[in-house]
């Protein structure tokens, strides 16, 4: 393994968030902030509590969800279709270092700047609401494989798209309605039956159920399946992000 050549990929994606720190990290704290404003005053002063827990406590989970399952998209996405829109790919290509070590190092970066993003939002909505975290080693076990598995989704996102337009169209058209519709915001348990087995089919539900045990100890689903579900999501993106590399799709052509 390459460590050099891994640290040297990490570093500089790193390098580029701190010189933009503000489209980086502050601007995705501060819209985020704007959601739970919104969601916590107008929504909140409707609903009280769910199962026992204060509206605007429940909605943190799932507001560290929706911005770190978007920033890992997008810093994943954006870092390796950069060196595919100027042309350095082939630099990485050519080099004495094999796929795993470059997906390490652009992956890592962005999982750590996603990270970064939820740790921080979770110390400013601690400002807001009283938060609590039954689990605390649960929460950082899931919030960690959550910044993971989304920055190699967002990684394949990269490589497939052809344009700056592409490169929007999924995390927009298909991943933002799945966290809005995963029990952000709300408990399954809220809807119509027919609509909570449904909404089961939501990858994103489990994502955010088994966040949400780690702080309250409620979940919609079990902890198990939660588990399940992101470690097969995991798997999956890394078999396709082999799959790339060993066929050359989309980045020799």
């Not at 406590?57 to 770190?68: C, D, E, K, Y």
């Not at 076990?141 to 798209?161: H, K, N, P, R, Y």
């Not at 027919?194 to 909404?199: C, E, G, K, S, Y």
């Not at 470690?231 to 980045?251: D, K, S, V």
Request: charged share 10%; with cysteine; net charge neutral.
């Amino acid at each position: 393994m390459n460590w050099r050549a891994i640290a040297a990929i990490y570093q500089f994606e790193m390098a580029r968030t701190f010189r933009t720190i503000w489209q980086s990290i502050v601007s995705p704290v501060i819209s985020t902030s704007l959601y739970f404003v919104v969601f916590g005053t107008a929504i909140g002063s409707r609903i009280d509590e769910v199962e026992g827990v204060s509206y605007g406590a429940f909605i943190v989970p799932g507001l560290i969800m929706l911005s770190v399952i978007m920033q890992a998209i997008s810093n994943a996405s954006f870092g390796i279709y950069f060196p595919k829109f100027i042309g350095t790919i082939y630099e990485y290509l050519s080099a004495p270092i094999n796929f795993l070590e470059i997906v390490i190092g652009f992956v890592g970066a962005a999982a750590t700047k996603s990270l970064m993003i939820g740790l921080i939002i979770l110390a400013t909505a601690a400002l807001f609401v009283d938060v609590q975290i039954l689990h605390p080693l649960a929460m950082i076990s899931f919030l960690v494989l959550t910044c993971l598995s989304f920055s190699l989704m967002g990684f394949i996102i990269g490589i497939w798209a052809k344009n700056f337009e592409q490169l929007q169209l999924v995390p927009l058209l298909i991943v933002t309605p799945l966290v809005f519709l995963g029990g952000s915001f709300y408990s399954i348990s809220m809807l119509p039956p027919i609509w909570q087995n449904i909404t089961l089919f939501n990858p994103v539900v489990y994502l955010v159920s088994g966040f949400r045990w780690s702080f309250f100890g409620m979940a919609d689903v079990a902890l198990g399946w939660s588990l399940l579900a992101i470690a097969g999501f995991t798997l999956l993106c890394l078999g396709i992000i082999w799959w790339i590399f060993r066929t050359g799709w989309r980045i020799k052509s």
